[in-house]
């Protein structure tokens, strides 16, 4: 299994592993971290990682407990935007855009996570149904994984 810490510089994102179970099969697999988000009141903060096969920015909430990524909501904001001066709107709650940085640090060095498939389901029914970001009310739910099996395949991001 690849412990290998995210890569941080200049021109390179942060990136985190996300196991995940879907067609192409089990794997954990290397998506860039685009940033975070956090309400008014610092309350609720979010992190945004983009999916490297479909190029979806999915809104996660962090589940520290069961090292579960529950997705929220997918945006459509650039990832330029994420800089710490810009905001955005959903379901009538205003959210700064924080750096990719700041989600690493939210993540607390941790860089394996596992994406839960029932929020993600849900996140893409909700999206589908109404074709503007807001956040999924329902969630589908399913047994939630606790750890990642060992043994399972790495994708890494192209070099």
């Known amino acids: 299994m ?5 890569v941080f510089g200049a021109q390179a994102r942060p990136t985190i592993f996300l196991y995940t179970e879907e067609q192409r099969g089990n794997q954990l697999v290397e998506s860039p971290v685009i940033g ?22 999915f809104v ?7 090292s579960n990524l529950d997705a929220a909501a997918l945006t459509e904001q650039e990832a ?3 800089d710490g001066k810009h905001a955005v709107q959903i379901d009538a709650t205003s959210y700064r855009l924080g750096t990719a940085e700041n ?6 060095g941790k860089t394996q996570w596992i994406q839960d498939k029932g929020a993600v389901l849900s996140v893409l029914l909700q999206n589908a149904a109404a074709r503007k970001s807001r956040f999924a009310a329902v969630r589908i739910e399913r047994d939630r994984l606790r750890k990642v099996p060992p043994g399972v395949p790495v994708e890494h991001l192209p070099t």
């Open 60 to 66: 996660y909430r962090i589940d520290h407990d069961s």
């Open 103 to 108: 989600a690493m640090k939210l993540l607390r």
């Open 80 to 82: 330029s935007l994420f």
């Open 36 to 57: 975070m988000l956090s309400d008014v009141s610092g309350s609720d903060k979010l992190i945004v990682v983009q999916d490297p096969h479909s190029g979806l920015k």
């Open 2 to 6: 690849d412990r290998t810490p995210p």
